[in-house]
């Protein structure tokens, strides 16, 4: 049963004990007063799956793939860039930055695989990182509202209307892939501007200061059946999505084909973003 | 009861009217927090809980503390605490009270608050605090005021009253024992993930809530006609003094697990916290001089207790818990918090600074801890006051059940 | 009861303060506010209807998601149950009450129709003083470029 669902119920029952005298002036108080929702679906062409996973081609990756992803995605998610603020000092700017997907050194990223003597070609080159849409994520376990929850397809996703900003997933998070709007993302002056100079793509709402944000594994995009912003600015196949439960998807035949790793799985979280080397 | 709290000395309305200059610079550096946004503190990305949560967590112990004089009195019968558990109990008011308040600065969408109760989820500590904050805050106030009120008419306390108060004494461990899981269920945060965080916890609440009491006791001896027996204060010292010494105790096992086992991960926060951490050709260490402190501190006051003659004199007692509040906060007000989040999950680095709309905010809850805690003293205080001026109508063994030595 | 007079007066002073708010508006009742219905949107749906756009109202040739006095009550309930289910669920289709399927969405399926916020939103919300924070992230039309009240449009 959806949420929508049994929200609609509860609210019909409330309705129907405050029966159908109530005048019109009171009327907006009890919600649901007639029945629906007629229903409810996903748009024809979305994108469906039983378990989204990505799978990130380590030996493709350069600076200039990463920073064209990088602008990929937090062009199409409004991601404000305080580090292009003038007159924010660089300690300030860091300490408010917002970052759904960037580039790590690979020992930042994988630090219990940093091995002496390893090869450059490994150990200098960039590696994305992201939220990890993991199986078990702590972040949903200890959010008090369930302002971060996981989809049955294994997404992790944020409700921003219901975040109350208490940061208790960014303590949570192994991996430190979320952010909190320590200041309102937009322009003070215009509110059509990203702090930093973007400008705002109404395709996708902007968020409000105090509330926590990560990647979204591009919800928005799969229910209109495009790949996620990422995966669709690689031009090389440097990031791979798919269908973990589909044997034939891309994503599993490259986890088949080649040896991959996972960002701390001994954590527990059953991470979802896989790296191939 | 309540026409206790305005009547009072000049020293008395000199004390409000600082706390309410407190109260209200605090207020007005919510307003600007609130309308710029929380970026005006010195949190960031990396270190994502500051003072304020690190003063939630000193001060749950606080409150959990006043159990240490309800426990021996009604447990074991110690006679000599039922003058002084009112005021443990009113203290754990104000001490929640300012727990809660400062979860409620912390918070991005403050008006959002009670998306908690519209949407409970039992699979967060968070919602679990919650609950064990305000439920331990409401027992307290209902438990102090009754048997306040029973003392006043000289009517025995009721049976529900007293069921209350056993309820009230596990429910003490129980709100330091749920917010040491707030920290000690979290993958991925060496420092704090260890099982004996709850007993760590429990142990410097155990040191440092009596100490304020006792503290606060001798102060109110000077200031007020509340004269608490010095043999009283002596038996209050003992507890500190064996809660203290399990508190370094407990540390030291975190050092020896840390250190003997070797692991990287459970070792970086205590470098970073002892000598610093050195990171892409940058030392960071801006606690270290504070934590060397606190532990040589807490060291101190070891000595200090552990020797009769210190322990038990007037002079040399006050400077020790004074010491021992310093050094339990510096360890647990500063460095758990800010140090269990350095170094970040893709090991770098990032300090914390506090800032000054910060620290306005903090001393302007703790203004509003000590109001609620002044005001409740004060009708306590009160109501003892006229009881001993007037000739009294109750029973002898009722009389010595509330401990008047005066 | 001791000091009766003194107690007797605090609480009538505390209710007339408490109650300010209906007394001082006493035979002051501001007049609801029209919403306006012309948009460019609505008018091209009533020309393809063949009527003028008052017409087209009337005679219900032109319908919102939901019958108008239950979208008039309700429309915020409404809102919150697309929102939830939206960001939820992943469903962004809602099969509305007259047939067709609606995108579930503020700012591609509301304010297209109605872009005119300043006139349609925000009469009653003003009247009504409530302060709805939908525009602390998604964009109104003006910020879209498509807004058509005219001293927006300016």
């Keep these: 049963m959806s949420a929508t669902r049994r929200e609609f119920l509860k609210i019909a029952g409330i309705a129907a004990a405050a029966g159908a005298a109530a005048t019109p002036a009171f009327a907006s108080f009890i919600p649901g007063n007639i029945l629906w929702p007629r229903g409810e679906s996903k748009r024809d062409e979305a994108y469906t799956a039983k378990r989204w996973a990505m799978v990130i081609d380590l030996a493709k990756l350069d600076q200039k793939v990463v920073e064209t992803v990088r602008e990929a995605c937090h062009a199409a998610h409004n991601v404000p860039d305080f580090l292009k603020v003038a007159g924010m000092g660089a300690g300030e700017a860091k300490r408010s930055e917002i970052k759904w997907i960037w580039p790590a050194k690979y020992e930042s990223a994988f630090p219990n695989d940093m091995n002496e003597h390893m090869s450059a070609n490994v150990t200098q080159r960039p590696v994305l990182v992201m939220c990890n849409h993991c199986d078990n994520p702590s972040c949903v376990r200890v959010c008090p509202t369930k302002a971060t929850f996981q989809r049955a397809d294994g997404l992790v996703l944020m409700d921003y209307h219901r975040c109350i900003g208490c940061r208790f997933c960014m303590a949570a998070c192994p991996y430190g892939s979320r952010s909190f709007n320590w200041y309102d993302p937009r322009d003070a002056k215009d509110p059509k501007t990203l702090v930093g100079g973007r400008a705002v793509d109404p395709g996708f709402p902007t968020r409000t200061k105090g509330v926590v944000e990560k990647c979204n594994f591009c919800a928005e995009r799969l229910a209109r059946g495009e790949a996620p912003a990422c995966v669709a600015a690689c031009k090389n196949n440097e990031m791979v999505f798919g269908d973990l439960s589909d044997p034939e998807s891309p994503a599993r035949r490259l986890l088949r084909e080649r040896y991959s790793v996972r960002r701390k799985p001994e954590m527990g979280t059953g991470p979802q973003v896989y790296y191939v080397i | ?406 | 009861m001791y000091d009766k007079g003194k107690v007797i007066t605090g609480l009538a002073i505390f209710f007339l303060v408490f109650t300010f708010p209906f007394w001082s508006n006493i035979g002051k009742t501001a007049p609801m506010p029209e919403r306006s219905l012309d948009t460019p949107v609505l008018q091209e749906m009533a020309r393809e209807a063949g009527l003028d756009l008052e017409q087209a109202l009337k005679e219900g040739a032109i319908n919102c998601v939901e019958d108008k006095d239950y979208i008039v009550s309700q429309h915020m309930h409404l809102l919150n149950l697309w929102r939830d289910s939206v960001v939820r669920s992943g469903n962004r289709m809602y099969a509305g009450a007259f047939g067709k399927r609606h995108e579930m969405s503020l700012s591609k399926s509301c304010m297209n129709c109605h872009s005119n916020k300043k006139d349609f939103c925000d009469r009653c919300h003003n009247y009504m003083n409530v302060n709805p924070y939908c525009w602390d992230c998604h964009l109104t039309p003006e910020q879209m470029g498509t807004a058509s009240d005219a001293e927006v449009k300016q």
């Design chain 2, 1 to 406: 009861m309540l026409d206790k709290a305005i009547k009072g000395s000049k020293l008395y309305w000199w004390w409000l009217f600082i706390l309410f200059g407190a109260i209200g610079t605090g207020f007005l550096a919510y307003l600007y927090q609130f309308t710029h946004g929380l970026g005006e503190t010195g949190m960031s990305r990396d270190i994502s809980w500051g003072i304020y949560i690190s003063q939630l967590t000193y001060l749950v112990g606080v409150a959990a503390s006043g159990v240490m004089l309800v426990l021996p009195y009604y447990l074991h019968n110690h006679k000599a605490f039922g003058k002084i558990t009112i005021l443990g109990e009113f203290m754990a008011v104000g001490a929640v009270f300012m727990c809660l308040m400062f979860v409620l600065v912390d918070l991005g969408q403050p008006m959002r608050m009670f998306n908690l109760v519209l949407h409970p989820s039992p699979n967060s500590v968070l919602f679990w605090d919650a609950v064990v904050l305000n439920v331990y805050m409401g027992l307290n106030l209902v438990i102090g005021w009754m048997v306040l009120q029973c003392e006043k008419k000289g009517d025995v306390v009721p049976k529900w009253v007293k069921v209350l108060i056993y309820i009230s004494i596990p429910w003490a461990f129980s709100i330091h024992t749920v917010t040491a899981f707030l920290y000690a269920g979290l993958p991925g945060r060496h420092f704090w993930l260890t099982a004996i965080m709850a007993a760590r916890f429990l142990a410097s609440a155990f040191a440092a809530g009596p100490a304020i009491l006792l503290l606060i006791m001798l102060a109110l001896r000077k200031a007020s006609s509340f004269h608490v027996a010095w043999d009283t204060l002596k038996g209050l010292a003992k507890i500190i003094t064996y809660a203290m010494i399990a508190n370094v105790f407990f540390f030291l096992l975190e050092v020896f697990t840390a250190f003997y086992s070797g692991i990287p991960g459970h070792q970086e926060t205590f470098y970073y916290l002892f000598t610093g951490l050195s990171h892409h050709g940058h030392w960071y260490g801006q606690l270290v001089p504070a934590m060397w402190v606190s532990l040589i501190l807490m060291f101190t006051t070891i000595v200090l207790l552990v020797v009769p003659q210190w322990r038990n004199s007037e002079k040399v007692l006050p400077v020790t818990l004074v010491i021992l509040v310093a050094a339990t906060w510096i360890d647990k007000g500063l460095g758990l918090v800010i140090g269990g989040f350095i170094p970040n999950p893709l090991n770098e680095i990032t300090e914390y600074a506090v800032t000054l709309p910060e620290i306005l905010i903090t001393i302007g809850v703790y203004g509003m801890g000590a109001l609620v805690v002044t005001l409740l003293y004060k009708i306590a205080i009160g109501v003892r006051e006229e009881l001993e001026n007037k000739p009294r109508i109750i029973g002898a063994a009722e009389h010595a059940a509330h401990g008047h030595a005066h």
